[in-house]
């Protein structure tokens, strides 16, 4: 039988008496129902020659509200930082990142009425800079990239402030086993078609976070699927792949998003099956490529992710293989206007894409 509580029986706390783990249980809840307001993002065709018996598939990361597949890495940042205990009310949330990762931290951010800093290298774009202050952060601008980490650190160590780190906890704040991350979402909406199992899933690393849930998810869920991940010149992410040592270093990658000059602490070597080396100039023309066959305008990072699925389709292709590959669409291509998509600024960088846009119309048999 239930005893009843006496006057020497501490009564259970109850939720009023807590406000500090009450803020933190209604923050989740707003960031799950902002979640759960967002339909799951869309998986395009991206049509090849009937031929080759291969499908191709985009993800598309893009529609995320902030734009960006970085948008599902932000937000679980921000819950593991609540779960864990490092998140309360009033706290100060600091990162080091230049690109769409501030974006979707600002918003979750606000979101939960709370500041953000992104610590940025001084010559980050004006564009980029206002992009992250009108998603409701502010930038401490340091003078080189490699000295942002440091400070982001020193930053998230001050009383009321938390470092969300995005490099260094990537690929373990997000539940690989399934819980509709990004890997279980490309398996279930690919069910209904002709090769439901893909054969091969390309993405690109940043932080490495993607790359390590999709392959842990993989083997976990025991499927055939092998991933790939693309890398653009100056990248260190292949050397460090190839001889499985993290201290490989390079000069740093021209596609934004992708790349690294050093081995992020979230790159996981071990559950890549494949690297694929992609040109810049390569990935700038399957960018716009992207566009002229779907009619989605993307940033360079998923250009480059479409080489390399490519590639793999042309190499099942060649063997008489069929079945299906999966990538993504990072971001959209409006935030690059000035740039990728901006000829002056492309040949500028001594990129010369004509060349490859010629070879993918006449692969794609689109001239």
Request: proline content about 5%; some cysteine.
């Amino acid at each position: 039988m239930p005893v009843e509580p006496d006057a020497t029986t501490p009564a259970a706390p109850s939720r009023a008496a807590d406000p500090e783990r009450a803020w933190v249980t209604e923050a989740i809840r707003r960031l799950e129902a902002d979640a759960n307001r967002s339909a799951d993002t869309h998986l395009h065709v991206f049509p090849l020659p009937r031929s080759w018996g291969v499908d191709l598939y985009l993800k598309d990361e893009s529609v995320h509200p902030t734009g960006s597949l970085k948008h599902r890495l932000a937000r679980s940042l921000v819950l593991y930082g609540l779960a864990n205990g490092d998140i309360s009310e009033g706290t100060v949330l600091v990162d080091a990142t230049s690109g769409s990762t501030a974006i979707s931290e600002a918003y979750f951010a606000a979101m939960l009425g709370l500041e953000f800093v992104a610590v940025v290298p001084r010559g980050t774009t004006k564009a980029k800079l206002d992009l992250i202050e009108r998603a409701g952060g502010r930038c401490d601008l340091v003078e080189r990239a490699e000295l942002m980490y440091a400070e982001a650190e020193r930053l998230g160590a001050q009383p009321g402030y938390h470092y969300l780190d995005q490099f260094g906890r990537a690929s373990v704040v997000t539940d690989w086993r399934g819980n509709n991350n990004i890997a279980c979402s490309i398996f279930e909406q690919m069910a209904m078609e002709r090769h439901p199992e893909p054969t091969w899933i390309v993405v690109g690393a940043g932080t490495g976070g993607t790359s390590a849930t999709i392959g842990r998810y993989c083997r976990y869920r025991r499927t055939s699927t092998r991933l790939a991940v693309v890398d653009p010149e100056g990248s260190a992410f292949l050397e460090a792949w190839r001889t499985r040592s993290c201290e490989a270093t390079a000069p740093g990658s021209r596609i934004e998003g992708i790349g690294r000059p050093r081995v992020e602490p979230s790159f996981v070597p071990g559950v890549i099956d494949e690297m694929i080396r992609v040109e810049d100039a390569a990935s700038v023309a399957a960018m716009r490529t992207v566009e002229r066959v779907i009619g989605r305008r993307v940033g360079a990072s998923t250009g480059t992710n479409l080489v390399g699925a490519l590639e793999l389709a042309v190499r099942m292709r060649d063997a008489g293989e069929t079945g299906s590959v999966v990538t993504l669409i990072c971001d959209g291509g409006d935030r690059y206007s000035s740039t990728y998509w901006d000829d002056d600024w492309v040949a500028a960088q001594g990129w010369h894409i004509a060349p490859h846009l010629a070879s993918l119309e006449h692969l794609l048999e689109l001239a």
